[in-house]
């Protein structure tokens, strides 16, 4: 966001459009955000009035969220969810790593079909790239990135990540099956969230 004036102008009117309330970062940090703000670049308007009223939370955070010191980072924006105001925005930079898993995680725990699931998360190879099913390339990227994603989410991140890497196709059906278990002990083992937040937060996202 931080680079392209154009894409957070519109980013920007299109969260005032839709009536975002809170905004999480896995990005920037707070410094960024200041920096840029400082040199009239980075963000619009109506994210400087969100910042304004304490509504712009940061969690500057790695790809790799299953690192462990990631993967608490990762419940402690699950947490903040409970106790903001929706609707909300998260973003990262290219929002298909960062973003993308957190919208796997949060889509699954809220029964979303592995269609919707798909289709969200290879949206950003359009909003970013202008890539689609028309790209010569486009069933590799899902393979390589989409549906490694998952499996590697299904494991919780215990994965021998040479074999994956080795890996050409994967069994999406029988993935897609065990992620709901998986999100949910990932959220409770890893991320550190009790079950009762994972319940609260199914169900603040299932509105």
């Not at 009239?40 to 009223?53: A, I, P, R, T």
């Not at 973003?91 to 796997?104: A, E, N, P, S």
């Not at 499996?151 to 021998?160: N, P, R």
Request: aromatic content about 12%; hydrophobic content about 35%; charged content about 25%.
């Amino acid at each position: 966001m931080i680079d392209n004036p154009t894409r957070y102008e519109y980013a920007d009117g299109l969260a005032r459009k839709v009536g975002i309330r809170t905004v999480f970062t896995l990005a920037h940090s707070e410094e960024q955000w200041k920096n840029a703000l400082s040199t009239g670049s980075g963000y619009g308007e109506y994210c400087k009035e969100l910042y304004d009223e304490g509504n712009i939370l940061f969690y500057k955070s790695a790809i790799d969220i299953f690192v462990d010191k990631e993967a608490v980072k990762i419940g402690e924006v699950m947490r903040s969810m409970l106790k903001s105001d929706p609707p909300f925005l998260i973003h990262c930079q290219h929002g298909r790593d960062r973003t993308g898993l957190v919208g796997i995680i949060l889509q699954t725990l809220a029964g979303a079909t592995y269609e919707e699931v798909e289709s969200s998360y290879m949206k950003a190879f359009y909003n970013w790239h202008r890539l689609d099913a028309s790209y010569p390339y486009y069933a590799d990227l899902h393979t390589i990135l989409f549906e490694r994603i998952l499996y590697i989410l299904s494991k919780e991140g215990d994965v021998d990540i040479a074999k994956i890497c080795a890996m050409t196709t994967f069994p999406t059906e029988e993935i897609f099956r065990s992620l709901p278990s998986a999100v949910v002990s990932y959220l409770h083992n890893k991320s550190g969230l009790s079950y009762d937040e994972i319940e609260q937060l199914r169900k603040l996202i299932s509105l």
